[in-house]
């Protein structure tokens, strides 16, 4: 009988501890299997997986433990998606740095949706939209973890919205102006402009909020939205303000 301890600490100082006993009864075991697609990857070393079109490239870096990564391929019924569904796993691992993966796009070479290609991945930790690198028929892009990637087509330009009424007065207790911006999968970029003047807007989530400065003195101003999302689909809305 052999009996084992086994204590854990984490960087806060918290602790916990099992204890069991195990016994050798002298029978042979027989091999451990191992799954095809299952390759070990450990820190310190690069390790390249592929599965079909898929190559999935995890640095020496990446990795703060040894880890079964194994890929699957499925075949997807999500509306827009111009490949395979990729599952990587185990999900939830926790990584130093970003996972490299190359899929294979099924659309051709010279269709124009090509340019409005993104990567559409879910880890433990949400979603991610990534715009890749095209290298012929396939797409390279950066995974924040492991979990289910595809590459999918966006077309969809985002909304955006006025919060205050056009034409709005802003006196000088209500001086922000307040702008929605939307998208189905992810706004990449916002610039506002008043009279061609470059003007700041901070953002929380999907509202960009104005505190009018010296490019908008009074008067009645035009103000010029263009949101672009990542896929590179724009936007422009013209919003006129008083002040």
Known sequence: VHRIKIAVEDA??????M???IRFNGAKQSPLSRAKNVVWGVPGKDVVLQHGQTVLRIGKNVLFDSVPVAITATN????NAVSQRIDISPSGVPLYDSLEITI???LAKEDALRQR???????AMGRAVIKGVWNNHKMTGKLPGFGVVQLVTDDTPPSISLVNAMDTYLPPGERTVRVVCKDNLCVASFRATIAGHWVVFERKRNVFTY????????????LVITVTDIAGNSAIQTFSIVR
């Open 117 to 123: 290609v993104v990567m559409l991945v879910q880890t």
């Open 12 to 17: 806060a100082g918290n602790s916990t501890d």
């Open 76 to 79: 997807t019924l999500y509306a």
């Open 211 to 222: 505190l009018p400065d010296e490019y908008c003195p009074e008067g009645t101003h035009s």
């Open 104 to 106: 294979l796009c099924t």
């Open 19 to 21: 204890a069991f006993a």
